[in-house]
């Protein structure tokens, strides 16, 4: 176990829907970067959070936003969804700015009918 | 990083001898390599990773070696087993993390 958490595990939901994942970092960890990953595909690093704001952005698409709140979760919202956004979810969390150890979450597989 | 290339994207090894997977970057600014181990269904989980200064870096069975002239760095894995099969993924990077495509790793008891 990571320390990291995500829900929900699973979500099932049909085009054109809006959705939002949500991550808790390990405690004490002010980072957090949320990856998508899909079927027998590598990761790609959507963006990074810090203490509340935005550091760094992946190949994120316009339809999909996130943000950290104060106590440092952190939520993904995906909307107007396609087939292809069906993908594992990843967070993953790190101590500090730097690019550094990283420890994941257990991921939400997301699934667009 | 800017990209990084893995490789094999597929590897079997009998059970008891060693496996290499060889990763190539282009960002010279790159200052981080993890490697991550993914089984089925699970969560990447960070089992060594090494800074620009360091060549080497050994933990137990996994060592990783870096050659920063040559831009590439590799995983070493000896005395495999067969807990481990999975997939191998390396990454690179400075403020951020590019990850390679994997390399899907088989022992063979």
């Known amino acids: 176990d990571s320390g990291v958490t995500q829900t929900p595990k699973h979500l099932i939901t049909a085009t054109g829907q809006r959705v939002t994942l949500r991550c808790s970092p390990r405690?004490?960890?002010?980072?957090v970067y949320w990856y998508q990953q899909s079927l027998d595909q590598g990761l790609q690093f959507l963006i990074q959070?810090?203490?509340?704001?935005?550091?760094a952005k992946g190949n994120i698409l316009e339809r999909f936003s996130a943000q950290q709140f104060p106590d440092l979760h952190s939520e993904l919202n995906l909307s107007s969804l396609e087939l292809g956004d069906s993908a594992l979810y990843f967070c993953?969390?790190?101590?500090?700015?730097?690019?550094?150890?990283?420890?994941f979450g257990p991921g939400t597989r997301l699934t667009v009918t | 990083g800017e990209n990084v290339e893995q490789h094999p994207s597929t590897l079997s090894v009998q059970e008891g001898d060693s496996a290499v997977i060889k990763c190539t970057y282009s960002?010279?600014?790159?200052?981080?390599f993890p490697w991550y181990k993914q089984e089925l269904g699970k969560r990447p989980q960070l089992i060594i990773d090494?800074?620009?200064?360091?060549g080497e870096k050994k933990d137990q069975r996994i060592a990783v070696t870096l050659n920063k002239t040559a831009k590439h760095f590799s995983l070493h894995i000896t005395e495999t087993q067969p807990e481990d099969s999975a997939v191998y993924f390396c990454?690179?990077?400075?403020?951020?993390?590019?990850f390679g495509t994997g390399t899907r790793l088989t022992i063979i008891p």
């Open positions: 993953a969390s790190s101590v500090g700015l730097d690019v550094g150890e990283q420890y």
């Open positions: 405690s004490g960890d002010l980072s």
């Open positions: 959070y810090y203490n509340g704001e935005e550091r």
């Open positions: 960002d010279s600014a790159s200052n981080y």
């Open positions: 090494i800074r620009s200064n360091v």
């Open positions: 990454a690179d990077g400075t403020e951020k993390l590019t």
